[in-house]
């Protein structure tokens, strides 16, 4: 298990932008990889970005692409999410996640299952 924490959530008007922080505990350099994921009451989480820790690339829901930005500082072992744009639709609670760096498609990087340890989660209100 990894100890994570979010930041960086917060209120701003449609257009706005964002940048969420995903700091682990510990750095687990190229151990993992990262994701996020987002849910409003009700709903189950959804894959918003991911990204391969050897940065051969990020995986982006259609809903976010061309507005987020997935990055990763491998150091510090640190998530950042760049939002910009954003829409009303974009309100939810943002969780950042790790999985096993272990290959997987890329289409099956934004599924929830594959993730083993989770963030607390901070919120991103967007109103209109």
């Known amino acids: 298990q990894v100890k994570l924490r979010e930041s960086g959530g917060g209120s701003v008007q449609t257009g706005g932008s964002l940048t969420l922080s995903c700091a682990a505990a510990?750095?687990?350099?190229?151990?993992?990889?990262w994701g996020w994921f987002r849910q409003v009451p009700g709903k189950g989480r959804e894959g918003v970005a991911s990204?391969?820790?050897?940065?051969?690339?990020?995986v982006y829901a259609d809903s976010v692409k061309g507005r987020f930005t997935i990055s990763v500082d491998r150091s510090t072992s640190t998530l950042y999410l760049q939002m910009n744009n954003l829409e009303p639709a974009d309100t939810a609670m943002y969780y950042c996640?790790?999985?096993?760096?272990?290959?997987?498609?890329?289409?099956?990087?934004?599924?929830?299952?594959?993730?083993?340890?989770w963030g607390q989660g901070t919120q991103v209100t967007v109103s209109s």
């Open positions: 996640a790790v999985r096993r760096n272990i290959y997987i498609p890329p289409e099956a990087t934004l599924t929830e299952a594959k993730y083993v340890s």
């Open positions: 510990e750095n687990f350099g190229s151990y993992y990889n």
């Open positions: 990204t391969y820790v050897d940065g051969s690339g990020s």
